[in-house]
Nanobody
Framework: QVQLVESGGDLVQPGGSLRLSCAAS????????IGWFRQAPGKGREGVGC????????FYANSVKGRFTISRINAENTVYLQMTSLKPEDTAVYYC????????????????WGKGTQVDVSS
């Protein structure tokens, strides 16, 4: 059974940093793309970024480019989202998803989802 578990969400002040983790079981991330999405209250699910395991290429939404970084350690079946210079508008539930997307930012392109972790950016 495939399971994705996000962790690392917290309350942080504007300008602060957080690192989210997405731990996978039941599949090998080496063969997938892993996307990070977020959903703020009253809004749709937004693509944050994606890493394609086969070549390590990464993609980011313009709103987070230069502030967020997706990475993974090959020996671990875990993907990380390093978030810096956090802003109040980054407040959301953050999800990881796994699949073979043609367009990385489209949620329907992913096959498996975690349950999310809450990130709050507030003073």
């Amino acid at each position: 059974q495939v399971q994705l578990v996000e962790s690392g969400g917290d309350l942080v002040q504007p300008g602060g940093s957080l690192r989210l983790s997405c731990a996978a079981s039941g599949l090998n991330l080496d063969y997938y793309a892993i996307g990070w999405f977020r959903q703020a209250p009253g809004k749709g699910r937004e693509g944050v970024g994606c890493i394609k395991s086969f070549d390590g290429s990464t993609f980011y939404a313009n709103s987070v480019k230069g502030r967020f970084t997706i990475s993974r350690i090959n020996a671990e079946n875990t993907v990380y989202l390093q978030m810096t210079s956090l802003k109040p508008e980054d407040t959301a539930v953050y999800y990881c998803a796994v699949g073979h997307p043609t367009v990385w930012a489209i949620p329907d392109e992913y096959d498996y989802w975690g349950k999310g972790t809450q990130v709050d950016v507030s003073s």
